[in-house]
């Protein structure tokens, strides 16, 4: 019997050692067959999750974000116990104690659906690690067999924090938020040392499903999901009883709710500046990087004076809009049945998709009307007495074939989009609101320092919204007259002098068996005249006549020196600004002029530094020789090496600037350009008033502005770049230079100044004063032999021209008093009609 026993005891030993040896093969195979070709997960021990790039302004506040994942990395030391605990309460409460995986929940999980049931999840942030950043998301056994071989190399290879921080920052949790640093931010603006025991259950019931948990739509399951959370943190320690129960009476708080104020609201807008930014740095470090490396920009912006920027361009493009006085509106209505139900129009206007990023504007539906006045109902504002367009607001404008209005209902239509904008009353209180429409003309404009490079403001259009095309970077447009400088700096730097005489008469050139006759805009001829009034009056004839005389090729050459083209062909109606090129380019190239010749490079950013803060990108290479001395005399400023290269020479710069002074006191910029600094720059306007421009500078800003169609057409008679860039410029230098300053422009050594005419170019003693004498700097050494000879370029002059007289090449004007309190001389209406401004034509 005892034997019998034994051996029925040897059978099941043997039985059981038997099965447990085939089910250990078994298992072994199986992890042997699945164990093979998995993916190494050493590489997560080096692994950079995709973050945020963000961008700085100059004085380094956030101002715009990028990201393909918003994703902000912490790394597990920032990471505060209380989120951590929140995670492995509602994930894996024994993340702390397994290897990896947990036994008794797979058994579960098997057992559950051995009986029939759904294949569901026991794994742990381990498994959810691997499964996250190595292996795909199907719900297989295989997966899950790959998975857990995984998690168990892992967790011999990494600590625990180190993979608790590779989860919480990989993670989903809705609203386009990877990681908790970004969720916290998306939910609640807060980061996360400072959100509260509630907030973080929240943030942690969200990675089950986080669209099943919306704050707002599943705002019941949301809470009962958190309070799960809670009563886990509790139940395992994490959090005492009395704190517990305040968490779970808390009502759940978050942005979407509108409990707390979007992080998004309190950045800027995006615009031109930071889009541009992305532009060129997907460019240069490729689109990957940039929308997932993490990079910190810090830009060049001056946030009040790009804001400064856009009103001033804004304003000069509604200006000629409100001339050409046609009303074209929005082209979008609100049905009329809606009109009566305040809940139903504020739906529509909130739908509407119209930009909104015009400051002091705001989208309006027309409610009703009477015979004085349209009653308006305004977005994300109250009604009020206050809501009325009067009828005088709107006779600036009329629909295309009809006439100005005589009451409202002429111009506007009920259910109408319209923009307005407050106007207030003597007492400062707000009166009615003025109508508006985005212009049909578009431009741009751009400001940088003109000894860096650094551009400080940039708006490429009316609306970044309206319109992401960035026409100061984008747009190549004929600079027209603007490039007249370039012409006459190629002369003085080769030879020719502010006192050189060009002829002003007509000229004929064959091309390719057409005859050319170009003209000056005033269609006069003024014989010969100095260098500087050919400037100053913008005169075509002389300005070809010269580019004949020095080479065109020469002036290609220059041209390309100082990047206004990377490729100039040599044509002689290219010497009049007729190949195109960008805002951006020519303001660049004219800070050349305000620097004395040195090279510049134009920038957007300053300095770029990678997700572990090292500096990978710097604009200033230049060296600070005393910089890291501590001790510096007083009497001494640290040194800058300056190696850059000079594009001309000084004496030309100097030159140069100072003819285009004389644009700005008594040229085509007279009438509009008025600052209390030394101001120089030239006005542009092509064939046909297709395109008009200004570029000028002080001592220290360069800027330049440019209107025209997207779809060149003429601009109408009168156009001009004086009469409409003029305005723009001086707006925005007004507070250029209260920020900046400005003084007088650095004059260069190896020179010496000589009073002329400046209508004959002769020699004037040096006692001379009266409105035509200017003391020209010229070279030491050199002879400007006045009066010797006239520039005729090899073009004939016909006799019995009806050349005009002193005065008429005067054209004399009024005397005014400038801000500096200079006394100036200005032609009756200085504008295009009497002054040419130049371009081709």
Partial sequence: MVRFILGIFGAIFSFVTIGAVLAALIVGGVFWMY??????????????????????????????????????????????????????????????????????????????????????????????????????????????????????????????????????????????????????????????????????????????????????????????????VLREMNENGFLDDAAYRVALATPLRTVQSGDYESFRAALPPRGYFTDEIRRQLSRDFGEAEFFTGGLSIRSTLDPDLQDRAATALRGGLERYDRQRGLWRGTGKFVPAEMLGDEAAWRAALDEADLPRDVDGWHLAVVLDMTDTAARVGIEDQPVADTDVIPLDEMTWAARRGERRPRVPDDLLRLGELVYVKAQTAEDGTLAHYSLHQIPEVQGAFVAMDVNTGRVIAMQGGFSYQDSVFNRATQATRQPGSSFKPFVYATALDNGYTPATIVIDAPIEVNIGGEIWRPKNYSNKFYGPTPLRTGIERSRNLMTIRLAQAVGMEKVAKY????????????????????????????????????????????????????????????????????????LVPASLAPRIEDDREQVIDPITAYQITSMMQGVVERGTAARTVNLPVPTAGKTGTTNDEKDVWFVGFTSNIVAGCYIGHDQPRSLGRGASGGGMCG???????????????????????????????????????????????????????????????????????????????????????????????????????????????????
């Fill in 35 to 228: 164990g093979r070709d998995l993916p190494n997960h050493e590489q997560l021990a080096q692994y950079a999750p995709p973050t945020i790039s963000r961008v700085y302004s100059g004085e380094g506040r956030l101002i715009d974000e990028f990201a393909r994942e918003r994703r902000l990395f912490a790394p597990a030391s920032e990471i505060p116990d209380l989120v951590k605990q929140a995670f492995i309460s509602a994930e894996d409460k024994n993340f702390y104690s397994h290897k990896g995986f947990d036994p008794v929940g797979i058994a579960s999980a098997a057992l559950d659906m051995a009986r029939g049931g759904n294949l569901r999840g026991a794994s742990t942030i381990t498994q959810q690690v691997m499964k996250n950043f190595l292996l795909s998301s199907d719900r297989s056994a295989e997966r899950k067999i790959k998975e857990l071989i995984l998690a168990t190399r892992l967790e011999q290879t990494l600590n625990k924090d180190q993979i608790l921080e590779l989860y919480l920052n990989e993670i989903y949790l809705g609203q386009n938020s990877y990681g908790v640093a970004a969720a916290a931010q998306t939910y609640f603006n807060k980061t996360l040392s400072e959100l509260t025991v509630e907030e973080a259950a929240y943030l942690a019931a969200l990675p089950k499903a986080p669209s099943t948990y919306h704050p707002v739509r599943e705002r019941e399951r949301a809470t009962e999901r958190r309070d799960f």
């Fill in 559 to 630: 041209a390309e020196d100082f990047g206004v083209y990377d490729d100039m062909p040599a044509f002689l109606a290219n010497s009049l600004g007729s190949q195109e090129t960008t805002l951006y380019r020519m303001v660049a190239a004219y800070a050349m002029f305000a620097n004395g010749g040195e090279r510049v490079e134009p920038t957007l950013v300053d300095r770029i530094q990678d997700r572990w803060g090292r500096t990978i990108y710097r604009h200033d290479a230049r060296r600070c020789v005393d910089c890291d001395s501590l």
């Fill in 727 to 841: 305005p723009v410029f001086n707006e925005f230098m007004e507070h250029a230079v209260a920020s900046y300053g400005g003084g007088p422009f650095d004059v260069p050594p190896g020179g010496h100044f000589i009073k002329i005419d400046r209508v004959t170019g002769a020699r004037l003693p040096n006692g001379a004063s009266g409105a035509n004498v200017v003391a020209e700097y010229f070279r030491d050494g050199i002879d400007p032999a006045f009066g010797v000879a006239a520039i005729d370029g090899g073009f004939a002059m016909g006799g019995n021209l009806p050349l005009f007289s002193r005065s008429e090449a005067l054209e004399e004007g009024r005397e005014v008093t400038t801000s500096t309190g200079e006394v100036r001389r200005i032609a009756p209406k200085a504008g295009f009609g009497t002054i040419s401004s130049g371009g081709l034509y």
